[in-house]
Antibody
Framework: EVQLVESGGGLVQPGGSLRLSCAASGFTFSSYDMHWVRQATGKGLEWVSAIGTAGDTYYPGSVKGRFTISRENAKNSLYLQMNSLRAGDTAVYYC???????????WGQGTMVTVSS | EIVMTQSPATLSVSPGERATLSCRASQSVSSDLAWYQQKPGKAPRLLIYGASTRATGIPARFSGSGSGTEFTLTISSLQSEDFAVYYCQQYNNWPPLTFGGGTKVEIK
C-alpha cells in the first residue's frame, strides 16, 4: 500500500524548534519530488516547502530561512526542520507526494504543530 | 505570486443536484490546475489534475474544465459523501505553489 506517515509534531514555545518526519512506503521514494503543506485550524491549505529528486529545495517567503526540508532516500524518509517558530506556524503539517503531471496524489494523515507559551 | 480565488465560499446544494465550483487565477496558469476534496479531520484527496483529468478512482460525476485563468469543478449529481471542502491549486508558476481559499459544499 502506498502510504505516507508523519510524526514529530507537538507543543513548542515561540522561538523554539521542531523536526517533523514523514515515512514513505509502497513506492520508489527516491523517484518523486516531495512537499510539505500545512493547514491552520479552520483555514485553507498553505504550501510550505518542496524537495526535488536531486535534492533541490524550495520555500515560500513565509518560512524561508527558518525551515529546512531534507530527504534520506535510503530510509524512505522526508524531514522538515523548523526553527524560530512563531504562533502563526501553528497548523497540521502534511507531507505529500508530487506526481507527474504535477499534483499531490498521496498525502499523509498530518501531524499537529502548536506554537504557544 | 499567483493568487487563486475560489467562489462561492459556501455552496448549499440538495443531494442529487448539480454543483458548480469556480476557481480564478490572477494570471494564466495554462491547464496546470488541480482540484482536491477535503473532509473534516482528513487529508485532502486529489480529484482532478491538468484541469480536466480525473485522478485514479475518482467517480465520473466529478469533472473539471477551463484553462488560462478560469476553471470549474462540476459535480453532476451530489451524493452524501460529496459534502466537503474543495480546493483548487496551481502548479504553473512556482514557487510558491498556491491554493485557493476553498469552497465548502454543504447540504441544503
Amino acid at each position: 500500500e502506498v502510504q505516507l506517515v508523519e510524526s514529530g509534531g507537538g507543543l513548542v514555545q515561540p522561538g523554539g524548534s521542531l523536526r517533523l518526519s514523514c515515512a514513505a512506503s509502497g513506492f520508489t521514494f527516491s523517484s518523486y519530488d516531495m512537499h510539505w503543506v500545512r493547514q491552520a485550524t479552520g483555514k485553507g491549505l498553505e504550501w510550505v516547502s518542496a524537495i526535488g529528486t536531486a535534492g533541490d529545495t524550495y520555500y515560500p517567503g513565509s518560512v524561508k530561512g527558518r525551515f529546512t526540508i531534507s530527504r534520506e532516500n535510503a530510509k524512505n524518509s522526508l524531514y522538515l526542520q523548523m526553527n524560530s517558530l512563531r504562533a502563526g506556524d501553528t497548523a497540521v503539517y502534511y507531507c505529500a507526494r508530487l506526481r507527474v503531471p504535477p499534483a499531490f496524489d498521496i498525502w499523509g494523515q498530518g501531524t499537529m504543530v502548536t506554537v504557544s507559551s | 505570486e499567483i493568487v487563486m480565488t475560489q467562489s462561492p465560499a459556501t455552496l448549499s446544494v440538495s443531494p442529487g443536484e448539480r454543483a458548480t465550483l469556480s476557481c480564478r487565477a490572477s494570471q494564466s496558469v495554462s491547464s496546470d490546475l488541480a482540484w482536491y476534496q477535503q473532509k473534516p479531520g482528513k487529508a485532502p484527496r486529489l480529484l482532478i489534475y491538468g484541469a480536466s483529468t480525473r485522478a485514479t478512482g475518482i467517480p465520473a460525476r466529478f469533472s473539471g474544465s477551463g484553462s488560462g485563468t478560469e476553471f470549474t469543478l462540476t459535480i453532476s449529481s451530489l451524493q452524501s459523501e460529496d459534502f466537503a471542502v474543495y480546493y483548487c491549486q496551481q502548479y504553473n508558476n512556482w514557487p510558491p505553489l498556491t491554493f485557493g481559499g476553498g469552497t465548502k459544499v454543504e447540504i441544503k
